[in-house]
């Protein structure tokens, strides 16, 4: 994306009105001094922006000024837009995506999200309503079959591609279509280009159209294609030997490696998620002396567990094949340490199925949620806000005891 548009300006001047705006000559020179400026900025942002924008959210965070931390946020990322433009000839679009990239590097890009929220929410509303209004609806009388092929292009030619190139990188086949499905569609920055494109003479007028109504009806049909996931996966499980090759997983940190200790497999803790607290969990248990096993999607903390010696395998934990690699069968107990608890039934219940005495532990941040959970009686049941609220008031309770005790003993 980022050299498609900074590429697209250059093949406006060489090919764009004809190809008169610039000699064929000149391009290569003005193309390396852009290119250059582009590794100028990108290196100003990785080197100064990482430093710099982080730990000034950090002092403006310090005058408690919710409103001045909101200003500083819209300031960066509008002002660091505006000057990969007019000092870089950057985009103004991929100056405010290097922006937010630095700005999430800092410890407060959560309470940065969160302030600039609402004026997202606007901004995303009026992107939709202004890229709906861009539709002429005579398009889709006049030019139905180029809209046909383009909706296709978009809806197969990319789920296609994408699914291919996630099988062959080791991912099962069940991950590699819903990568496929999800990548089913355009975004933003399609329509970035489009407008570059016709800016600069590359496109005509009318192809803005194909690429509107192709981006709406990809939308609109892009559920559809993740509800096909389940029929294509029982069609591959009982119609075909190569498809069947295909379900089977062949990537090697799906599965525990022969040489795992037995006694780290046996009466362990499966813990489920290995984000902020399945991370202080495993380090709590290591300390102890408690055998564990991680089971997580992120296939990068997998190969850094593995690196440290942690048995760990990556998988959907609701599939009954990575539970069964992390052991669950011989397993004490099971923590589903994930900030969203939406499968957690379903994990409970496979674990059960494969060890009927395993006890279950459960996180969840919804009051609902956990009387749900705990009614169900699927396990211990703990609320992050009311396990932090116990915490605070037994640490608030015993220093005001110490308080108490201290002035006794000076009376």
């Not at 710099?52 to 950090?58: D, H």
């Not at 046996?266 to 564990?292: H, K, M, N, S, Y």
């Amino acid at each position: 994306m980022v050299l498609a548009l900074v590429l697209l300006p250059h093949l406006g001047d060489l090919f764009g009105d004809g190809g008169t705006a610039m000699p064929r000559a000149a391009l290569g020179p003005a193309l390396a001094l852009t290119l250059l400026k582009l590794v100028a900025f990108v290196a100003l942002m990785l080197v100064v922006g990482k430093r710099l924008l982080p730990r000034l959210l950090w002092m403006v965070g310090g005058t408690g000024s919710r409103e001045l931390f909101t200003l500083t946020v819209i300031a960066i990322a509008l002002g660091v837009a505006f000057g990969a433009a007019k000092l870089f000839d950057v985009s103004f679009a991929l100056g405010a995506f290097f922006a937010g990239m630095m700005m999430r590097e800092s410890e407060l890009s959560h309470r940065a999200a969160e302030e600039s929220l609402p004026l997202r929410d606007a901004f995303a509303v009026l992107f939709f309503v202004s890229v709906g209004m861009l539709l002429d609806p005579a398009t889709l009388v006049n030019q139905p079959l180029q809209i046909a092929a383009v909706v296709a292009i978009i809806l197969f030619g990319k789920m296609l591609i994408a699914t291919i190139t996630v099988r062959l990188l080791g991912y099962p086949l069940n991950t590699a279509l819903t990568m496929g499905a999800g990548d089913a569609q355009i975004g933003e920055f399609s329509f970035i280009l489009c407008a570059l494109a016709i800016s600069e003479g590359l496109m005509p007028e009318s192809a803005r159209q194909l690429v509107v109504a192709g981006a709406l009806l990809s939308i609109a049909l892009n559920p559809l294609l993740f509800k096909a996931i389940a029929p294509i996966q029982a069609w591959v499980r009982s119609n075909s030997r190569i498809a069947r090759y295909m379900e089977q997983s062949a990537d090697p940190l799906a599965e525990l490696p022969m040489s795992t200790d037995q006694r780290l497999l046996t009466d362990q803790v499966v813990i489920v998620g290995f984000g902020r607290v399945g991370r202080r969990l495993a380090e709590r248990l290591r300390v102890e002396g408690i055998p564990f096993v991680v089971a997580d999607q992120n296939r990068e903390r997998i190969e850094a567990l593995r690196a440290a010696g942690v048995p760990a395998v990556t998988g959907d934990a609701t599939d009954p094949a990575t539970l069964i690699q992390a052991h669950v069968a011989r397993a004490a107990m099971m923590v589903i340490a994930l900030p969203d608890s939406l499968d957690a039934r379903k994990m409970i219940d496979v674990a059960k199925l494969l060890n009927p005495k395993i006890q279950c532990v459960v996180r969840t941040h919804n009051d609902d949620e956990a009387e749900l959970l705990r009614a169900e009686r699927v396990g211990e049941v703990f609320m992050g806000e009311q396990e932090l609220a116990r915490a605070i008031g037994e640490h608030v309770v015993t220093k005001m005891q110490a308080r108490a005790a201290a002035t006794i003993d000076v009376i």
